[in-house]
């Protein structure tokens, strides 16, 4: 119940779980929360970006319903889903700097 909420309270919150409203949500970090946050976003019917620092993620990330897998240590990797990202949520809970996944960020994207 708790990851479900974490997750699903922020998709609410800016508008994923409105009809019609098609976006791409990515997802940064592909463990607990990631996965349960991977299954809502495809759930919904939003295409969904998995990133993950490890490369070792992308078959999991797949498996909970991930569309595309960025890895963030790849600057190639990232430049593929540069700009496309509406709404990124972040569940990475060390600390990190985000100015890495900024670029993902459609112009008037949100990350949380």
Do not use: Q
């Not at 960025?70 to 600057?75: H, Y």
């Not at 990232?78 to 900024?102: C, F, R």
């Not at 459609?106 to 990350?111: A, C, D, E, I």
């Amino acid at each position: 119940m708790c990851a479900g909420i974490t997750m699903y309270s922020p998709l609410v919150h800016w508008g994923a779980t409105k009809e019609g409203n098609k976006m791409t949500i990515g997802v940064i970090g592909i463990g607990g929360l990631g996965s349960m946050g991977l299954k809502m976003a495809k759930a919904l019917g939003h295409r969904v970006v998995a990133v993950s620092a490890s490369a070792n993620k992308r078959e999991l990330a797949m498996e909970r319903g991930a569309d595309a897998f960025v890895v963030s240590t790849d600057p190639e990797s990232m430049a593929t889903e540069t700009g496309k990202i509406d709404l990124l949520l972040n569940t990475v809970s060390a600390n990190h700097d985000l100015n890495v996944y900024l670029p993902l960020v459609r112009k008037s994207g949100t990350l949380v």
